[in-house]
């Protein structure tokens, strides 16, 4: 089947798959809308791709669905001269293209993932599929999907998808779904995790997209670390008690909490080797998301949404009480004079996907953005506000899509004709319960209380999915 064929889904099966209720369940069409509804007016310097990835099944799955298995789906809402269009689009891995043949899905998910497909009905596929479902970022004229589990994948900016992608060969194994793009040098770093070795390994890729630096750090257990941040100097990590537990294998989830592990910060120079890192112990905790990270003389700064106790829905080996407990903003540095380190909490609303103005990554920032619960009886990770920060004032803007909204992620779209960190716009998919149906919300990144200032009408629902990005109009 040749990309200019579209893809149908065929995914009926939902009793007992908490993970497909809602606007968790995946949408069954390919679309391209050359002109969508737009309520409001769109600011003329908004120009670019909006770009969505998020888990979407195509075929009805195996066994017990978590979302972190479904097919990776992008959806692209184009803007330009206050117009927009739509376009959303399978990502064609391997494993997909495999089970398209058959006609239903042979790769079982995280709950039954050593259970591989035979040979035979999945040919060169490989034993494990690759969804990219987790992000979509563009670096020296690449876009490239990603899952954390294995190599990216590059698609086009029309969202066809390329392949695997391996930096000529130099990348063997997995690429984080949160690599760091510093604007000002166009170097990119990113990092790995295993399921199976106490590593963490740590790339740096030049502006020309060739992978230059490459470091093993040997950590005492094998971690699920999903995000870092980097500053001018340095790579920053968090070593927490998120472990991957193989004595489990075949009995439950992969991973646990295991606190008494301890949590450390890693500080690494930029292009450094495995002897040049330096530890800092703090309390246990865990961060999925940061925002950034900077140097103030010895000391570096960064932030991020920190749980006491992480729980993605993935049974660890311990009791907790804490279930559905959010993570909460937090601030972390690090004194390398005095060789100490600690946290601080600085609000009490839980929230999550932490963005910044990523032409500042690496560099002091003011303006913080999340994903944020009002309602403390919303499920884990189902957001109904936009909340942003000022680091200067303290000042806290919130806009609340109501009783029925649900936030994804904020992206920032810079302002062309803007000069200051927070001139331009916040874009983000707003699912509506009541109607079933997904607005494309514009916000002003300086007013963001008053709300919307457009919405782009999408012409169908846009599941609840993970990471997006902006890419402005080149």
């Known amino acids: 089947m040749s990309q200019t064929d579209l893809y149908t889904g065929n995914v009926a099966v939902t009793d007992d798959q908490p993970d497909l209720d809602g606007n968790l369940f995946p949408v069954g069409t390919e679309s391209d809308i050359a002109e969508l509804r737009i309520t409001g007016k769109l600011p003329e310097g908004l120009r670019g791709s909006f770009v969505r990835n998020g888990p979407n099944p195509m075929f ?5 669905y978590h979302m972190f298995d479904g097919d990776g789906m992008l959806h692209r809402i184009v803007f330009d001269e206050g117009r927009a269009s739509y376009r959303n689009r399978w990502i064609r891995s391997r494993g997909l293209r495999a089970e398209v043949g058959l006609g239903r899905a042979v790769y079982p998910g995280l709950a039954d993932v050593m259970n591989m ?18 992000h979509i970022i563009r670096h020296a004229g690449r876009h490239l999907a990603l899952w954390e589990g294995g190599l990216p994948t590059e ?3 029309e969202l066809d998808t390329i392949g695997e992608f391996n930096f000529n060969g130099k990348l063997r194994g997995a690429m984080t779904a949160h690599p760091r793009l510093d604007a000002r040098t166009g170097e990119m770093f990113f990092f790995a995790y295993s399921v199976f070795e ?6 740096v890729v030049n502006a020309a997209g060739e992978l230059v630096h490459q470091a093993v750090l040997d950590i005492p257990a094998p971690v699920m670390m999903h995000d870092f941040v980097i500053t001018e100097h340095h790579a920053v990590f968090l070593d927490s008690p998120l472990v991957f537990d193989l004595e489990n294998l075949g009995k439950g989830s992969l991973v646990s909490w295991k606190r008494d592990n301890g949590t450390r910060i890693g500080v690494l120079p930029r292009y450094g080797n495995a002897d040049e890192i330096r530890w800092f112990e703090i309390d246990p905790g865990h961060v999925q998301h940061f925002w950034n990270g900077w140097v103030d003389g010895d000391r570096i700064e960064f932030s991020g949404t920190r749980f006491a106790r992480p729980d993605f829905g993935l049974e660890g080996t311990e009791e907790t009480a804490d279930r559905n407990v959010p993570p909460y903003p937090t601030k972390f540095w690090v004194d390398l004079a005095a060789g100490t380190a600690g946290w601080e909490q600085f609000d009490d609303l839980g929230g999550d996907f932490a963005r910044v103005n990523d032409d500042l990554t690496g560099m002091r920032t003011r303006h913080h953005y999340m994903a944020a619960a009002v309602n403390p009886e919303r499920r884990l990770g189902d957001f109904d506000s936009i909340v942003a920060y000022d680091d200067v004032t303290g000042a806290r803007a919130v806009w609340n899509s109501g009783p029925s909204g649900h936030v994804g992620e904020s992206v920032f779209a810079p302002d062309p004709d803007g000069s200051g960190e927070n001139d331009g716009w916040l874009v983000n998919a707003v699912y509506d319960s009541a109607t079933d149906s997904t607005d494309i919300c514009v916000l002003d990144a300086r007013d963001v209380a008053a709300g919307p ?7 169908q629902r846009m599941p609840f999915g993970f990471h997006a990005n902006w890419f402005a109009a080149t």
């Open 117 to 134: 497909p035979d040979a035979s009905l999945v040919g060169d596929a490989g034993p494990v599929k690759n969804p990219a479902n987790t």
């Open 453 to 459: 200032i457009a919405r782009v009408h999408l012409p």
């Open 60 to 64: 009805d799955p195996i066994g017990r």
């Open 155 to 157: 698609v086009t900016a």
């Open 198 to 203: 106490p590593v963490i390994r740590y790339y």
